[in-house]
């Protein structure tokens, strides 16, 4: 019964997500902000909102601080790994396509976040300054340059010759509700997803439970992949209508907020949140710099070979962490 659960939860949050990468590309249609900012901060804030809610009820309501680093690092690495399904997929049209150069900052921060969390497992930042540790200080900092990047791209737009250009007509259809409207349902359908996500996340730590795994394995699979579905679902609608920019800026912009989310963890958890005893958690923090690399290329380089095998890596990182 509780599979049944996990499935039907799981669609409903798949289908409220397409629904609102529908509802940002109509707002990316009818205003002049940059898709860096839509994708990258508001669609990515709401797609993993899941994670803020799970992982600190993790630390907070259940003790468990290896389920939370455990759910991030999982999520953030699953994440890449679809994006890096989705560019073979559409590399013809994509790589004729110039993402944001935020989004290069953005990997670019979110890696130099991966190597906070790697020197605190030396030992090298994990010291506190009242109740806090350097280490969630430094990622705060990651995240807001992060912030300022996407923001300082508003109202700028990439040359975008492979994005999907919508004949007048069906935009009028497409378009046929006001901003307001639009906006107004967009909240709606980011609230359902946020309601169900947390549902879901329930079902998947029983789930977890009766499988008798260990907690960042259960965090980084099951509470990682099943957060994750918003994010993965609108990125691959986003996609699907040739509105690349948006859809990577969704991923990349949710990793990094994903940091962000630990750093409230820690805030309020009573045990140290980097928690590395977890073989997984280690895995996790090891691959996901090294995908975080490669997604970098992906979008760095302009040849579609080159970023294809890029993204192909970040495959390779997921599989190397399930097999470690």
Partial sequence: MIYIAYLVVASMVVWLSIKASQYIDLIDRKTTLSGAFLGGVLLSAVTSLPEMFTSISA????????????????????????????????????????????????????FLSYVVLLLNMLNLVDFHIWTLNVSTLLILGLYILSVRHLAAENGTQPEEAALTEQPAEEDEDDCGLSLQQIVVRFVLVSIGIICLSVVLTYITDDIAIRLNLGAGLAGAIFLGVATSLPEVSSTIALFRIGNYNIGVGNIIGSNIFNFFVLC????????????????????????????????AGALLVKKRGLKVLCALGTIVCYIGFLLR
């Fill in 264 to 295: 409230c963890a820690d805030l309020f958890s009573r045990l140290p949140v980097y928690d590395f005893s977890d073989p997984k958690v280690v895995g996790l923090t090891l691959f996901g710099g090294i995908s975080t690399l490669l997604m």
């Fill in 59 to 110: 630390t907070i309501l259940i003790d468990k601080p290896s389920l939370c680093i455990g759910n991030i690092l999982g999520s953030d690495l699953f994440n890449l790994t679809i994006l890096g399904v989705l560019i073979p997929c559409y590399a013809r049209s994509f790589a004729r396509t110039r993402t944001s150069r935020g989004h290069l900052w953005v990997c670019f921060y979110l």
